[in-house]
Structures are given as structure tokens and as C-alpha cells.
């Protein structure tokens, strides 16, 4: 029998012990459960406690020694270096054994952290697996920050080990990846005994300190086809550390669990994904963002199924090369973010149409808000569904989602439908009191939080609950904050709003910057916006708004009017901005998400502030310059 939407998520509240518990049967324990929740110590929510397992063993093991085993498990192309490889499960397993091997031989025990800083190749996740093998915390940082936000993060975590490679490719440019380790080491306060390096041929004379740099190659070699046995983890032992991207506040070091974050992944592949085993499954992102960890690495592989790795941009050499890849392996799902839609929709939809793209069923996006006019874009230049889904680095995986497992929803274009199981969210006011359908205010979840969602952070219990559950409080119970303000509508489908801190008041009006955004990119010559708040004397707050045109489109006074009248016939004249200026691109992270606080301190003439997680320095001086010729001294 096929229960609705409704059904399955009414179970998955009313009694998510019975819930989770069936899913929990379809992965490996060496020891069951106790208990499948324990919140004794709520906020601090533990899923199935006393239970014992291993995130590699269900990853790798399950299949590469059953049937599984000469299927692909890794399909890695690498346009910026015109490799490729494929890797079956059972070679998969090798890699791993004696990745873990080398680890254990060089002291790596249980519960020690390994930073891995390494570029979208196979090896990446080896490292990570064998991590898990062995029960040691990884900590992936994105190969494309800075030495500071490096040492930073050695800082905080204190590894064993760093994992990294000589170099990395960007847009055919190298990346010294193994330099940037080496000056991240020497400011950082602690000392990392040793660091394994994959020579790509990248980046000579990686070999800098000789005691403590180690070959990958080598290391793999000498301790030759290892065995090793993959340790017991309880479920509620610390699987890794995830730093969040940083477009707010400082970075915090998110903690996940090992066995509810399993049972999480492995259940949202079939029932949002809708993956069955023969799916082929590519995560755009990289494995430094929550995303890469949860669908380029541990979904598709715990599922047992091929994940496509891919170094490279979605338009080099070429805006085709995705559906390239698409097509030359028959990708079934994609998941990619907004960003990379708005990118592509700025090249003729040739690109796309030379392509059999045939085996693709869905393509799922997230990271920031999907704009109906990119919506509509992509629905028909690609021809499949899209689904909007929303999420979060602290969830783990997605909270608002349509489930193509499931029954499937209705398609509200500019909303990510509606609630995934075991999230219970709400829309309250500033007292934490529900408001009614189709009323704006603060996004937050219900208790318990559902398998998967951050255990803490790293070593600062009271920094979990400071930045998650103390705002707001029902019947007595804490809720926790997502950051975001939303709707909530009568259908029960919720509209992200933006983050809650970006939600403006003009004159005692409140105003959620993504809503003129949708408003000013259903613009026909807009590619992409960003609206923020600065600070004004009169009003309070006044609106900015930044837009990058769409190729090909000449900026024009006629033109920045209209986006003005737009913007006004359509919210109103209290959202005229103060501040509107044609710029040829934004500040962005390299996870692909708008630095507002970037923006805003240029609108202030403030300081910026640290911007080394930023995607393109010149974006920043092209808007200083732009602002200065409309007479702000920044
Ligand atoms: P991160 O932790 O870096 O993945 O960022 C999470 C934040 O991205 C969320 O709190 C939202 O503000 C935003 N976000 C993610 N997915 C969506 C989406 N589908 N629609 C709107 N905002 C989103």
C-alpha cells in the first residue's frame, strides 16, 4: 500500500521512533539500538542510542562484497584536467582499506580529527571514507579557502593529519593547494605531525618539510593491500565537522552523528530522490559544503550507487559541459544549485539542445532561493521537473522538499513545497507564537529535530544552544531557529523570505529581501540580483538592490527606471530603493551564495571584514568603483 504525503508525514511526527526505526532496518549494525531517541538531554537529541555501526562499512562493505561489487561506485571527470576513471565498489574498498591502513600506521586513533583539503578527485573521498573507517572526526574544508579560514580550522579542531593535494584547477588555473596548507600550518597554533600529500603533478616541490610530508602514493605503497577492520562506532559518536559557509557570522564547526545521519541520507535517497539501484546520481557542489558531503559522498554510496564526481565549472570549456557528462554517462538526478541555472541561462539554449539528455528524470536544486523566472528557465530549456528544496549545513539534509519517492506534490514555482519527515516547522512572531497561513515571520522546527540534524558545536556546547534555541519558546518547549524568515500558505507549502537578519524595516515597514529580488529578476534583461538592507538615517533602513544584466544587455538609465517601477508597482514605493546600481557581478562565496554582509559595508563605507571565502576579489572593487561614481566615498 502507497501512503500520501500526509499520512507519511503525520507517522513521521506522531511516532518518529516507529518511523526511523523501519528505515534503520535496511542499514548494517553490528549492534542494534537501545533506544532509537533519547532526548533525556533535549536540545541535545541522540538517535539510536547504544546502537554500533559504521558509516564506511555501509558505504563500501555492504556492496562491493555483494552483489554490487563490479558496479561503479565513483565516476569522477575532470574537465580542467582531461582526466577521468571509474571505480567499482570492490575497488572502492581496496583504496579505502589501505587509506585506513596508512592513517592507523601513522597514529590516527579513533575520535582524532583529519582535515582533508583537497580538490573534486576520487581520492577526497577515499580520504573521507577512511576516516570513517577507523572512527576518526573528518573535517573537510573546501580547497578554495584561504591559509587564514585554514588555520582557523586547524585551530578549532586540532587534526592528527592533514590530507590535501599538490594543487587543484580552476578555469585552467593552477591552484597550489600543498602552499597553502604549508602557510596555514605555520600560523596556525597547532602542530599537525604529519600531511599526506596527492602529487598531481600540479605543484612542484610540494616536499617542503621532510619529516612531516608524506606521499599519498608512497604512503598507499608501502603499507600495501591492507585489511582493516572497521571499527564499532556507537550511533552517536561524532562522524565530522563541517564549518558553516560564513556568509553571516563567524564560522561555527557543525557536529554530525554517525548512525542517525546514516538512516537520514539513506532514506531521503529513495524517498526525496527517488533513487532505486539502478539511479546514477551527480551532486554539482563540492565535497567542502554540506552538500558534497551528503550527495556526493555518503547518499549515493550508502544507497549503492554510482556518484559522479566532477572537477570543473558548469561552463568550461564549454556551457555545455554538463549535459556532456549527463549524456556520456547516463546520469538519472542531478542536484545543483540556483546559482549554477542562472549562469547557464545566460547562453543560448543550444548548448543544452546538442545533448540526448534522455536519462535524466529530475533535477533537484538548493542553497538559496529559486526565483520563479529561473525556475521557468530551466523548466523549459531542460524539459524535466525541478524541485526547489531547501536545507541547511546544521540539517544535514533537506527540511522542505517535494518527495519523488512519495506522493508527489503539486509544483508551486518559487516555493520548496513542503515539510521533508520528521521536520516539524513553523512559522512564529517575534514571540515565538504561530501565525496564521500566509502570514510572514520567523522559520523554526519543532523538537525533537529528526535523525541527521547537528549534534552540536564543535567544543562549545553552549554555542549550540545560544545560536539555535534560545530565541523561542512554546508550551515550554524550546524551538529551534533556522535563521529564515518565511510563509507559510493555506496549502501548507512554505516560501522562503531570506535570511531573517536580512529582513529590512523601512519606516517601520517590514520587508524580506527576497522579495524584491523576485520581483526585480522577473525582469526580462535581469540575471540576477540582490537586494540588502543598509542603514539610513530617515527611514531606518533603506533598500540597495545590486544587478548583474543578462549577456549582451547594454546598461541604460531607461532601463534601471523600469527595474525601479517594478519594484514599486509591484511592493510598493516604501521599497523604492535608495541604492540601486547595474554591476557586473556579485561578491559570492564559493559555495555560489550573495555575501551580503560584502555589500552592505560598501553601502555603509564600513570595512569588509574577512572576505577570504570569496569567489571573485574583482566583484568587490567593481562595485566600490561603481558606488564611488554615484558619490559614495568607499
Ligand atoms: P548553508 O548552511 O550554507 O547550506 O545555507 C543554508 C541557508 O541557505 C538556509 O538557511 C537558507 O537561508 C538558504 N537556502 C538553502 N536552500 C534554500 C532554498 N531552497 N530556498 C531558499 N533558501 C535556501
Same mark, same amino acid.
Given at each position: ?58 558505504? @563500501? #562493505? =555492504? ?6 561489487? +563490479?558496479? /561503479?561506485?565513483? &565516476? ?5 584536467? %582531461? ?97 597553502? @596548507? #604549508? =602557510? ?6 597547532? +602542530?599537525? /605531525?604529519?600531511? &599526506? ?5 600540479? %605543484? ?109 565549472? /558548469? ?320
Amino acid at each position: 500500500m502507497r501512503y500520501s504525503y500526509e499520512e507519511m508525514h503525520a507517522l513521521s511526527i506522531n511516532d518518529p521512533e516507529r518511523f526511523w526505526a523501519a528505515e534503520a532496518e535496511k542499514l548494517h549494525w553490528f549492534k542494534r539500538w537501545d533506544k532509537v531517541l533519547d532526548d533525556s538531554r533535549s536540545p541535545f537529541f541522540r538517535w539510536f542510542s547504544g546502537g554500533e555501526t559504521n558509516l564506511c562499512y555501509n558505504a @563500501v #562493505d =555492504r556492496h562491493a562484497l555483494g552483489p554490487r561489487g +563490479e558496479k /561503479p561506485a565513483i &565516476i569522477w571527470e575532470s574537465p580542467e584536467t %582531461g582526466g577521468s576513471r571509474t571505480i567499482t565498489f570492490r575497488e572502492l574498498y581496496g583504496l579505502v582499506n589501505r587509506c585506513a591502513a596508512v592513517l592507523k600506521s601513522r597514529g590516527v586513533k579513533r575520535g582524532d580529527r583529519v582535515l582533508i583539503y583537497m580538490p573534486m578527485v576520487p581520492e577526497a573521498l577515499v580520504a573521507v571514507l577512511a576516516c570513517a573507517r577507523i572512527g576518526a572526526i573528518h573535517s573537510v574544508v573546501f580547497a578554495g579557502f584561504s591559509y587564514e579560514s585554514l588555520a582557523d580550522r586547524i585551530n578549532d579542531s586540532s587534526p592528527k593529519l592533514v590530507i590535501c593535494a599538490d594543487g587543484g584547477v580552476r578555469k585552467g588555473k593552477a591552484i597550489p593547494l600543498k602552499q597553502i @596548507v #604549508d =602557510r596555514a600550518l605555520a600560523a596556525a597554533q597547532v +602542530e599537525v /605531525p604529519h600531511v &599526506i600529500v596527492l602529487d598531481r603533478g600540479l %605543484g612542484k616541490g610540494w616536499r617542503t618539510d621532510r619529516r612531516r610530508d608524506l606521499s599519498w602514493e608512497e604512503e598507499l605503497e608501502r603499507v600495501g593491500p591492507a585489511q582493516v577492520e572497521p571499527e564499532r562506532m556507537l550511533s552517536t559518536d561524532p562522524s565530522y565537522i563541517l564549518y558553516t559557509s560564513g556568509t553571516t557570522a563567524k564560522p561555527k564547526g557543525v557536529v554530525r552523528d554517525t548512525g542517525g545521519y546514516m538512516v537520514a541520507l539513506h532514506a531521503s535517497m529513495w524517498q526525496i530522490y527517488g533513487c532505486g539501484p539502478d539511479d546514477i546520481y551527480w551532486s554539482t557542489s563540492d565535497i567542502g559544503w554540506v552538500v558534497g558531503h551528503s550527495y556526493i559522498i555518503y547518499g549515493p554510496l550508502l544507497f549503492g550507487i554510482p556518484t559522479v564526481v566532477f572537477e570543473g565549472t /558548469p561552463d568550461s570549456p564549454n556551457p555545455g559541459i554538463w549535459w556532456e557528462v549527463v549524456e556520456k554517462h547516463k546520469v538519472t538526478v542531478i542536484f545543483s544549485a540556483p546559482t549554477a541555472m542562472r549562469m547557464l541561462r545566460k547562453f543560448p539554449s543550444q548548448w543544452i539542445e546538442e545533448h540526448d539528455l534522455s536519462s535524466l528524470r529530475h533535477i533537484f536544486l538548493a542553497g538559496e532561493p529559486l526565483d520563479e523566472p529561473t525556475y521557468h528557465w530551466a523548466r523549459e530549456a531542460l524539459q524535466k521537473p525541478i524541485i526547489d528544496h531547501y536545507w541547511q549545513t546544521e540539517s544535514g539534509w533537506p527540511m522542505i522538499t517535494n518527495h519523488m519517492g512519495l506522493e508527489t506534490l503539486p509544483v508551486k514555482p518559487g516555493s520548496p513545497t513542503r515539510e521533508a519527515m520528521g521536520w516539524h516547522l513553523e512559522v512564529v512572531d517575534e514571540r515565538g507564537e504561530p501565525l496564521p497561513a500566509g502570514t510572514r515571520g520567523y522559520l523554526v522546527a519543532r523538537p525533537p529535530l529528526p535523525p541527521g540534524a547537528l549534534m552540536t558545536i564543535w567544543g562549545d556546547d553552549e554555542k549550540y544552544l545560544e545560536s539555535y534555541w534560545t530565541r523561542f519558546k512554546q508550551h515550554g518547549k524550546l524551538l529551534y531557529l533556522t535563521g529564515d524568515y518565511a510563509i507559510k500558505d493555506e496549502d501548507g507549502y512554505f516560501w522562503l523570505l531570506g535570511r531573517a537578519d536580512e529582513v529590512i524595516n523601512v519606516a517601520g515597514h517590514r520587508l524580506g529581501t527576497r522579495e524584491v529580488e523576485e520581483v526585480v529578476s522577473s525582469h526580462p534583461q535581469v540575471a540576477e540580483v540582490s537586494a540588502i538592507g543598509v542603514a539610513d538615517e530617515v527611514k531606518g533602513e533603506a533598500l540597495a538592490v545590486f544587478v548583474v544584466l543578462k549577456k549582451g544587455v547594454d546598461e541604460s538609465e531607461g532601463l534601471r527606471q523600469e527595474v525601479i517601477g517594478l519594484i514599486r508597482e509591484k511592493i510598493g514605493a516604501i521599497a523604492a530603493p535608495k541604492i540601486l546600481k547595474i554591476v557586473p557581478q556579485l561578491p559570492k562565496t564559493r559555495s555560489g551564495k550573495v555575501m551580503r554582509r560584502v555589500l552592505r559595508a560598501l553601502c555603509e563605507e564600513r570595512e569588509l571584514g574577512d572576505i577570504s571565502t570569496i569567489e571573485d576579489g574583482a566583484s568587490v572593487e567593481e562595485i566600490r568603483r561603481g558606488l564611488e561614481a554615484m558619490g559614495h566615498k568607499v
